[in-house]
């Protein structure tokens, strides 16, 4: 089966920076769309960043210069760096990956989440 993991959260103060990684492993084929999305306490989910296939990374209006998106392909990995933190961004961000699965269909997959929390 296929598993994404994020890892790199953290408490960290506000104009911190903190990096996030989403590994991908398991049984697929190729990937396709990554994208990272956030959910507050009492808070719907929210996009983050996308990197989609063929074109550059696009973020939410909240983040845009801010945050940084980027992957590798040969890693199978994700990355969100997280620069200019505010207590605002403090949630549980979680790595949403399109995997295609030898014989079968596009597939989404989503990870168990990071927690992080920006606070003095």
């Known amino acids: 089966q296929v598993q994404v993991v994020e890892s790199g959260g953290g408490l960290v103060q506000p104009g911190g920076s903190l990096r996030l990684s989403c590994a991908v492993s398991g049984g697929f084929l190729s990937i396709g769309t990554m994208a990272w999305y956030a959910q507050a306490p009492g808070m719907a989910r929210e996009f983050v960043a996308r990197?989609?296939?063929?074109?550059?990374?696009r973020y939410a209006n909240s983040v845009q210069g801010r945050f940084t998106m980027t992957r590798d392909n040969a890693k199978n990995t994700a990355y969100l760096q997280m620069d200019g933190l505010k207590p605002a961004d403090s949630a549980v961000y979680y790595c949403?990956?399109?995997?295609?699965?030898?014989?079968?269909?596009?597939?989404?997959?989503w990870g168990q989440g990071t927690q992080v929390t920006v606070s003095s």
């Open positions: 949403n990956v399109d995997v295609r699965r030898d014989g079968g269909p596009l597939t989404s997959v």
């Open positions: 990197i989609e296939g063929g074109t550059g990374p």
